[in-house]
T-cell receptor, first 114, second 112 residues
Framework: NAGVMQNPRHLVRRRGQEARLRCSPM?????VYWYRQLPEEGLKFMVY????????ESGMPKERFSAEFPKEGPSILRIQQVVRGDSAAYFC????????????FGPGTRLTVT | GIQVEQSPPDLILQEGANSTLRCNFS?????LQWFHQNPWGQLINLFY???GTKQNGRLSATTVATERYSLLYISSSQTTDSGVYFC??????????????FGTGTLLAVQP
Protein backbone atom coordinates (compact mmCIF):
# COMPACT_ATOMS: atom_id res chain seq x y z
CA ASN A 1 0.00 0.00 0.00
CA ALA A 2 1.77 3.10 -1.23
CA GLY A 3 2.07 5.98 1.17
CA VAL A 4 1.41 9.64 0.51
CA MET A 5 3.31 10.73 -2.58
CA GLN A 6 4.53 14.21 -3.34
CA ASN A 7 6.23 15.57 -6.40
CA PRO A 8 8.51 17.06 -7.22
CA ARG A 9 10.73 16.38 -4.24
CA HIS A 10 12.85 19.43 -5.00
CA LEU A 11 11.76 22.50 -6.93
CA VAL A 12 13.79 25.56 -7.82
CA ARG A 13 12.02 28.66 -9.02
CA ARG A 14 13.16 32.19 -9.77
CA ARG A 15 11.41 35.11 -8.14
CA GLY A 16 8.15 35.86 -9.95
CA GLN A 17 7.61 32.36 -11.34
CA GLU A 18 4.84 29.98 -10.37
CA ALA A 19 5.37 26.89 -8.23
CA ARG A 20 3.03 23.93 -8.47
CA LEU A 21 3.28 21.18 -5.85
CA ARG A 22 1.43 17.89 -6.16
CA CYS A 23 0.18 15.46 -3.54
CA SER A 24 -1.39 12.04 -4.06
CA PRO A 25 -2.99 10.78 -0.82
CA MET A 26 -2.86 7.24 0.40
CA UNK A 27 -5.27 4.86 -1.29
CA UNK A 28 -8.72 5.20 0.24
CA UNK A 29 -7.99 8.60 1.79
CA UNK A 30 -10.23 11.47 0.77
CA UNK A 31 -8.88 14.20 3.09
CA VAL A 32 -5.70 16.12 2.38
CA TYR A 33 -3.78 18.62 4.47
CA TRP A 34 -0.89 20.92 3.53
CA TYR A 35 1.72 22.13 6.00
CA ARG A 36 4.71 24.42 5.55
CA GLN A 37 8.03 24.26 7.34
CA LEU A 38 10.09 27.43 7.06
CA PRO A 39 13.86 27.11 7.66
CA GLU A 40 14.71 26.32 11.29
CA GLU A 41 11.02 26.25 12.26
CA GLY A 42 8.34 23.71 12.99
CA LEU A 43 5.49 22.80 10.70
CA LYS A 44 2.50 25.10 10.34
CA PHE A 45 -0.93 24.16 9.01
CA MET A 46 -1.94 25.78 5.74
CA VAL A 47 -5.09 24.20 4.31
CA TYR A 48 -7.42 21.21 4.70
CA UNK A 49 -9.26 19.84 1.66
CA UNK A 50 -11.71 17.14 0.83
CA UNK A 51 -12.42 16.05 -2.74
CA UNK A 52 -13.64 19.20 -4.57
CA UNK A 53 -14.00 21.15 -1.32
CA UNK A 54 -11.81 23.42 0.76
CA UNK A 55 -12.70 22.67 4.38
CA UNK A 56 -10.33 25.06 6.17
CA GLU A 57 -7.85 27.48 4.63
CA SER A 58 -7.17 29.53 7.74
CA GLY A 59 -3.41 28.95 7.49
CA MET A 60 -3.01 30.03 3.89
CA PRO A 61 -1.37 33.37 3.12
CA LYS A 62 -4.00 35.77 1.80
CA GLU A 63 -2.34 36.34 -1.55
CA ARG A 64 -0.57 34.23 -4.19
CA PHE A 65 -1.38 30.85 -2.58
CA SER A 66 -4.19 28.54 -3.63
CA ALA A 67 -5.01 24.86 -3.25
CA GLU A 68 -7.34 22.40 -4.88
CA PHE A 69 -8.21 18.73 -4.65
CA PRO A 70 -10.18 17.80 -7.77
CA LYS A 71 -12.46 14.82 -8.16
CA GLU A 72 -9.78 13.11 -10.23
CA GLY A 73 -6.07 13.49 -9.76
CA PRO A 74 -3.76 14.80 -7.06
CA SER A 75 -4.14 17.76 -4.78
CA ILE A 76 -2.28 20.84 -6.03
CA LEU A 77 -0.76 23.64 -3.98
CA ARG A 78 -0.08 26.60 -6.25
CA ILE A 79 2.12 29.55 -5.41
CA GLN A 80 2.05 32.41 -7.86
CA GLN A 81 4.82 35.01 -8.27
CA VAL A 82 7.09 33.31 -5.76
CA VAL A 83 9.34 35.35 -3.47
CA ARG A 84 12.41 34.27 -1.49
CA GLY A 85 10.34 34.03 1.68
CA ASP A 86 8.37 31.18 0.09
CA SER A 87 11.45 28.95 0.26
CA ALA A 88 10.45 26.14 2.59
CA ALA A 89 9.54 22.49 2.82
CA TYR A 90 5.91 21.81 1.98
CA PHE A 91 4.40 18.65 3.41
CA CYS A 92 1.17 16.98 2.47
CA UNK A 93 -0.75 14.62 4.74
CA UNK A 94 -3.87 12.54 4.27
CA UNK A 95 -6.50 10.77 6.34
CA UNK A 96 -9.42 8.49 5.46
CA UNK A 97 -12.15 10.84 6.66
CA UNK A 98 -12.87 13.65 9.08
CA UNK A 99 -13.32 11.41 12.10
CA UNK A 100 -10.14 9.35 11.58
CA UNK A 101 -7.72 11.76 13.11
CA UNK A 102 -4.36 10.19 12.37
CA UNK A 103 -2.63 11.98 9.53
CA UNK A 104 -0.06 10.26 7.31
CA PHE A 105 2.65 12.50 5.91
CA GLY A 106 4.41 12.50 2.58
CA PRO A 107 8.15 13.08 2.05
CA GLY A 108 7.71 16.78 1.33
CA THR A 109 8.63 19.15 -1.49
CA ARG A 110 11.57 21.45 -0.89
CA LEU A 111 11.01 24.73 -2.70
CA THR A 112 13.95 27.03 -3.25
CA VAL A 113 13.36 30.48 -4.69
CA THR A 114 16.42 32.12 -6.21
CA GLY B 1 -3.72 30.68 23.71
CA ILE B 2 -3.23 27.19 22.40
CA GLN B 3 0.17 25.85 23.47
CA VAL B 4 2.24 22.80 22.57
CA GLU B 5 5.54 22.75 24.38
CA GLN B 6 8.32 20.20 24.08
CA SER B 7 11.27 19.53 26.31
CA PRO B 8 14.18 19.38 26.27
CA PRO B 9 14.89 21.53 23.21
CA ASP B 10 18.22 19.78 22.61
CA LEU B 11 19.62 16.45 23.72
CA ILE B 12 22.97 14.76 23.15
CA LEU B 13 23.28 11.05 23.92
CA GLN B 14 25.90 8.38 23.67
CA GLU B 15 24.87 5.38 21.62
CA GLY B 16 23.07 2.87 23.83
CA ALA B 17 21.64 5.43 26.24
CA ASN B 18 17.94 5.87 27.00
CA SER B 19 15.98 9.11 26.82
CA THR B 20 12.58 10.61 27.55
CA LEU B 21 11.06 13.43 25.53
CA ARG B 22 8.08 15.36 26.83
CA CYS B 23 5.18 17.16 25.17
CA ASN B 24 2.81 19.38 27.17
CA PHE B 25 -0.38 20.69 25.64
CA SER B 26 -2.89 23.23 26.87
CA UNK B 27 -6.26 21.53 26.22
CA UNK B 28 -7.98 18.22 25.57
CA UNK B 29 -7.03 16.56 22.29
CA UNK B 30 -8.67 14.57 19.52
CA UNK B 31 -5.31 13.61 18.12
CA LEU B 32 -1.74 13.47 19.31
CA GLN B 33 1.02 12.21 17.06
CA TRP B 34 4.79 11.86 17.45
CA PHE B 35 7.06 12.30 14.44
CA HIS B 36 10.75 11.90 13.72
CA GLN B 37 12.25 14.26 11.16
CA ASN B 38 15.47 12.68 10.01
CA PRO B 39 18.55 14.65 8.89
CA TRP B 40 17.32 14.42 5.28
CA GLY B 41 14.14 16.25 6.23
CA GLN B 42 11.72 13.36 5.91
CA LEU B 43 8.90 13.27 8.44
CA ILE B 44 8.26 9.80 9.80
CA ASN B 45 5.11 8.86 11.70
CA LEU B 46 6.04 7.26 15.01
CA PHE B 47 2.85 7.07 17.04
CA TYR B 48 -0.79 8.08 16.96
CA UNK B 49 -1.52 8.27 20.67
CA UNK B 50 -4.26 10.62 21.97
CA UNK B 51 -4.32 8.49 25.13
CA GLY B 52 -2.75 5.39 26.61
CA THR B 53 0.53 3.64 25.91
CA LYS B 54 2.00 2.13 22.76
CA GLN B 55 5.28 0.42 21.97
CA ASN B 56 7.10 -0.14 18.70
CA GLY B 57 10.49 -1.79 19.04
CA ARG B 58 12.85 0.47 20.98
CA LEU B 59 10.32 3.29 21.03
CA SER B 60 7.30 3.68 23.26
CA ALA B 61 4.92 6.51 24.04
CA THR B 62 2.48 7.36 26.79
CA THR B 63 -0.17 10.06 26.78
CA VAL B 64 -1.90 11.06 29.99
CA ALA B 65 -4.78 13.01 28.52
CA THR B 66 -6.23 14.14 31.87
CA GLU B 67 -2.91 15.77 32.79
CA ARG B 68 -2.24 17.05 29.26
CA TYR B 69 1.14 15.58 28.53
CA SER B 70 2.75 12.88 26.44
CA LEU B 71 6.12 11.16 26.77
CA LEU B 72 8.24 9.50 24.09
CA TYR B 73 10.78 6.95 25.32
CA ILE B 74 13.77 5.95 23.26
CA SER B 75 15.74 2.99 24.60
CA SER B 76 19.19 1.78 23.53
CA SER B 77 19.57 4.78 21.23
CA GLN B 78 21.34 4.43 17.87
CA THR B 79 22.94 7.03 15.63
CA THR B 80 20.03 6.60 13.22
CA ASP B 81 17.75 7.99 15.93
CA SER B 82 19.32 11.43 15.42
CA GLY B 83 17.07 14.18 14.15
CA VAL B 84 14.19 16.29 15.42
CA TYR B 85 11.25 14.80 17.28
CA PHE B 86 7.95 16.63 17.01
CA CYS B 87 4.71 16.11 18.80
CA UNK B 88 1.59 17.49 17.17
CA UNK B 89 -1.93 17.81 18.51
CA UNK B 90 -5.41 18.55 17.29
CA UNK B 91 -7.08 20.25 20.22
CA UNK B 92 -10.75 19.77 21.05
CA UNK B 93 -11.02 23.46 22.01
CA UNK B 94 -12.96 25.19 19.23
CA UNK B 95 -14.26 21.94 17.80
CA UNK B 96 -12.57 19.12 15.92
CA UNK B 97 -10.58 21.08 13.41
CA UNK B 98 -8.30 18.33 12.11
CA UNK B 99 -5.50 20.92 12.13
CA UNK B 100 -2.35 19.59 13.70
CA UNK B 101 -0.47 22.08 15.85
CA PHE B 102 3.19 21.17 16.05
CA GLY B 103 5.48 21.68 18.99
CA THR B 104 8.88 23.29 18.54
CA GLY B 105 10.63 19.94 18.59
CA THR B 106 13.48 18.23 20.42
CA LEU B 107 16.76 18.05 18.51
CA LEU B 108 18.43 14.73 19.33
CA ALA B 109 22.01 13.91 18.47
CA VAL B 110 23.22 10.36 19.18
CA GLN B 111 26.99 10.04 19.17
CA PRO B 112 28.79 6.74 18.42
Amino acid sequence: NAGVMQNPRHLVRRRGQEARLRCSPMKGHSHVYWYRQLPEEGLKFMVYLQKENIIDESGMPKERFSAEFPKEGPSILRIQQVVRGDSAAYFCASSPDRTAYEQYFGPGTRLTVT
Amino acid sequence: GIQVEQSPPDLILQEGANSTLRCNFSDSVNNLQWFHQNPWGQLINLFYIPSGTKQNGRLSATTVATERYSLLYISSSQTTDSGVYFCAVDLIYGGATNKLIFGTGTLLAVQP
